[in-house]
């Protein structure tokens, strides 16, 4: 594992020093780059949580990841630029899921004169770190927020347009068994949402685009297009040329991409 392949693979030329100018550009650098995938699942390749298969995955093959993996990554990168870094064991929907949820996403605490929650696992969630600070914020097309809702927890307000609605993290949980047990857990459960679709996200300048499933989505800060891909082919095209993403292997999900919009959409031919 070396500093200088992952900075090559976000294309980050810039300085190297932990501050909140380095923090900023080498976290957008990785979102704009990397895209969040979980082919993987799909493809039934188990995914661990270490840090050199992460980063054989994602710099050495040029694929992507999902939040393991990503900010797996990415906190690795800032430590070995000099930042300290918390992981955290954060809850996606834990409004409605409860503590359960707890452990099904993982979630970076940068200290520097104050702390900064940075996260390139998320999807459609930052393009930047931020500084942990309660209210409003603008993220590239987005409008999102944090919010104190006490016992030390606090809640990331994804953009309504967005995916996953919010997550949940509290600075004094970051228990590693939590996230083991839901990284297992969330690749093999039947009712998982990764084990039922396939989903590749990426950011783009003043863009984010989707593919969730047949089931392309671009959002800017003032349109939204949606296409509904039509084949195979049509799939790995859009993998490799919209994503960044070569994987032949992809071509073998088609069918059971296909039979997941029916039972989403009920006809296959109405996104």
Not at 11 to 39: F, Q
Not at 145 to 162: F, K, V
Not at 169 to 174: D, E, G, I
Request: with cysteine; charged share 25%.
């Amino acid at each position: 594992m070396h500093l200088q392949a992952y900075l090559d693979r976000i294309g980050y030329k810039g300085p190297i020093r932990p501050d909140a100018g380095v923090l900023r550009a080498v976290h957008r650098a990785h979102a704009e780059t990397i895209p969040y995938e979980n082919l993987d699942v799909q493809l039934e390749t188990p995914v661990t949580r270490a840090c050199k298969a992460a980063f054989d995955k994602i710099v050495t093959r040029r694929r992507g990841g999902w939040c393991y993996e990503m900010n797996g990554l990415l906190g690795w990168a800032l430590e070995e630029i000099g930042f300290k870094v918390e992981r955290l064991a954060g809850a996606v929907a834990r409004d409605e899921r409860g503590d359960d949820a707890v452990g099904n996403h993982l979630v970076l605490i940068v200290q520097l004169d104050e702390p900064w929650l940075a996260d390139a696992g998320f999807g459609d969630g930052l393009i930047e770190a931020i500084p942990l600070r309660m209210g409003a914020f603008s993220n590239g097309p987005f409008h999102c927020r944090l919010e104190d809702i006490g016992g030390g927890w606090m809640r990331y307000h994804n953009d309504p347009r967005g995916g996953g609605p919010t997550f949940d993290f509290n600075r004094s949980v970051s228990d590693e068994v939590l996230l083991e047990k839901a990284c297992g857990l969330l690749q093999t459960h039947e009712e998982s949402i990764f084990v039922l679709n396939a989903v590749v996200q990426r950011w783009l300048p003043g863009q984010h685009i989707s593919m969730r499933g047949r089931v392309f989505t671009a959002l800017s800060s003032d349109n939204k297009i949606v296409d509904l891909i039509d084949s195979a082919d049509a799939y790995m095209q859009a993998l490799e040329e919209r994503f960044g993403l070569t994987l032949p292997e992809a071509t073998s999900l088609w069918p059971k991409i296909c039979a997941r919009h029916e039972v989403v959409f009920g006809e296959p031919s109405q996104p």
